[in-house]
């Protein structure tokens, strides 16, 4: 298995673009988790989907994110119009259920300036 | 709601030497209890899980940690520390079927000298 993919693994934008940051969960898991990382604040999670469905988006810090699950193999976290404090690693992961552990992609590194 | 604290921000260790890391925890009934590590510019990397039963669990690269209710702890322990667990080491606690977020320490940061 190649695990969760994410991509692109960089990305460094102006200050008002839109941003989309994309995910591949492992086959086969029913939920997927966004994180965000900052020195600040250290790891949030902004949004879970369990079967494509939204759960919990109360870490969404802002309506100018926003996050999609069209299907089982692939999720979008966009953020539009980003700002300089959005910059920050973006985790996706991956589980069967929370119990078993999540499964972490590489992360995107985003910076706005 | 549960929580989870990591005392130590960062912690420097021999090479060779012992480690501990501490975490405790703050969640009503029997929580499901991780380790993970993170090298830079990575994610993290699951090291080791509790759920129920034995109370000392081993993981990954040597590491095992232990589960202790009467303190709330779930500190991670490696008897011999190499250059390469130089990393940042997150615990993490987990709820019940039906939450199924977990919650993550701040993370301790590792640093190995020679």
């Known amino acids: 298995d190649a695990g969760v993919i994410q991509s692109p693994r960089h990305e460094v934008t102006e200050m008002g673009q839109e941003v989309t940051l994309r995910c591949k969960p492992i086959?086969?898991?029913?939920?997927l988790f966004w994180y965000r990382q900052t020195m600040m604040r250290g790891l949030e999670l902004l949004i879970y989907?369990?079967?494509?469905?939204?759960?919990?988006d109360s870490g969404m810090p802002e309506d100018r994110f926003s996050a999609k699950m069209p299907n089982a193999s692939f999720s979008t976290l966009k953020i539009q119009p980003s700002e300089p404090r959005d910059s920050a690693v973006y985790f996706c992961?991956?589980?069967?259920?929370?119990?078993?552990?999540?499964?972490f992609g590489s992360g995107t590194r985003l910076t706005v300036v | 709601a549960q929580s989870v604290t990591q005392p130590d921000i960062h912690i420097t260790v021999s090479e060779g030497a012992s480690l501990e890391l501490r975490c405790n925890y703050s969640y009503g009934a029997t929580p499901y209890l991780f380790w993970y590590v993170q090298s830079p510019g990575q994610g993290l990397q699951l090291l080791l899980k509790y759920f129920s039963g034995d109370t000392l669990v081993q993981g990954i690269k040597g590491f095992e940690a232990e589960f202790k209710r009467s303190q709330s702890s779930f500190n991670l322990r490696k008897p011999s520390v190499h250059w390469s667990d130089a990393a940042e080491y997150f615990c993490a606690v987990g709820a019940d079927f039906g939450n199924e977020k977990l919650t993550f320490g701040t993370g301790t940061r590792l640093t190995i000298i020679p």
């Open positions: 989907f369990n079967n494509n469905v939204p759960i919990d």
């Open positions: 992961a991956s589980s069967l259920r929370a119990a078993k552990g999540y499964t």
């Open positions: 086959s086969g898991h029913d939920y």
